[in-house]
């Protein structure tokens, strides 16, 4: 039997780097966009894509000027799955988009518009490219997973993590500012959320591939 896993994605276009990433690892992404509601059911885990900017008032604050047009959507689709996902303990992995609502989900807040966003973006053609540095703290899973100390990530977000959410521990830092760059839930088999882009990266980077290899095998568990 093989391994599947929920990707969840706001345009086609963008699912792609995010469906290689997890067929790399040896899982077939199973496509949700909003307007095709489904369940989890026979699947082994959930991916929550990057995309547009959650809507702020599902943390209780008006949008900022600079806020992208909400996608209520998406908004209640993923949030309907991580809580199926969480409920059932069946591996998640949140990137970018999805780790502010990993965040929000668990009654967290969200830094509408940073005041040096320009630092979380890659200034150039190729999204792989790291753009600043995080710091991976001791005695996380994620410290299990990439190892201890500093790694060179990519970026594009001008949102952060604000308020951190009940249950939800702080796993990584951008050394430049102190944005957070990774959350994660300790009482779940695989509950991981990170603000950097790492499927971009496994093409070249072989750290970044562990942390699908390691959403794989917790995956593989739930067979």
Known sequence: MSLKAALTFGYLDKAGPYAEALRQAGVEPVLMAPGEPRALAGLQGLLLSGGTDLNPARYGETPHPG????????????????????????????????????????????????????AHVVRDNDPALPVHRILV???????????????????????????????????????????????????????????????????????QRKLFASFAEACRCRL
């Open 137 to 207: 703290g001791p005695g996380t899973r994620l410290a299990a997973i990439l190892g201890e100390g500093a790694y060179a990530v990519n970026s594009r977000h001008h949102q952060a993590v604000d308020r951190v959410g009940a249950g939800l521990r702080v796993t990584a830092r951008s050394t430049p500012d102190g944005v957070i760059e990774a959350l994660e839930r300790g009482d779940r088999r695989f509950a991981l959320a990170v603000q950097w882009h790492p499927e971009d990266q496994v093409r070249r980077d072989l750290t």
């Open 67 to 118: 806020n992208e047009a909400p996608d209520d959507a998406r908004d209640e689709m993923e949030t309907a799955l991580l809580a199926e996902a969480l409920a059932a303990d069946l591996p998640v992995l949140a990137i970018c988009r999805g780790m502010q609502l990993f965040n929000v989900a668990h009654g967290g807040t969200l830094i509408q518009n940073l005041d040096n966003s320009a």
